[in-house]
């Protein structure tokens, strides 16, 4: 509770090492609310000032804390291939209209080991002719990864673009056997 009896929104981050290079998990009380490739001290830093920014509150490391350690646990069996679909609270704070709705689709429809289009995914949430849309809402997703945006591709086949680098996105299509393992 704050000075005036309020219940403070208290933000929690811890830095968790991957095979994609260190990812920043950031909770709340309402669940999982940010993940952030390539968790340098730079991109570190930018993320916990913008997420203080938007959620009015300064995030505390505290990778100790409950409201991180069953994302931080789920998060390394998925990358070391025993969890297939992540069960956590997610607080949709940072996302909403559309961008939410196409989000929400892709976490509970799109399952592990599958992809979908940019316009398949438009057409799922009754939006057809809305792949460009489809993709901006995958550039703002606050929940990479555990939110599966890299199971998206373009309908050509292609890999098509990745917030977190269209390697990272590679790396993460082969983990879920979508994509063969780089031979070196």
């Not at 590679?170 to 994509?179: H, P, Q, S, T």
């Amino acid at each position: 509770m704050d000075s005036h009896g309020q219940d403070e929104q208290r933000v929690v981050w811890a830095v968790v090492g991957t095979d994609i290079g260190p990812l920043l998990l950031a909770a709340t009380g309402g669940g999982l609310v940010n993940v952030v490739f390539h968790a340098s001290d730079g991109v570190r830093d930018r993320a916990l000032e913008r997420l203080a920014a938007r959620l009015g509150t300064e995030p505390v490391e505290a990778p100790d804390s409950p409201l991180l350690g069953e994302a931080i646990r789920q998060i390394e069996a998925y990358f070391a291939g025993r969890r297939h679909d992540f069960e956590l609270p997610l607080d949709w704070s940072l996302i909403s209209g559309f961008n939410r709705q196409v989000l929400r689709e892709l976490a509970f429809g799109v399952p592990y080991g599958t992809v979908v289009g940019y316009g398949d995914l438009a057409g799922r949430v009754g939006q057809p002719g809305a792949a460009q849309a489809v993709g901006m809402a995958m550039g703002s997703n606050p929940l990479p990864v555990v939110v599966p945006c890299h199971r998206v591709v373009e309908s050509d086949g292609g890999i098509g673009g990745f917030g977190g680098g269209v390697e990272t996105k590679r790396r993460l299509l082969a983990l879920e056997g979508v994509l063969p393992e780089p031979l070196f």
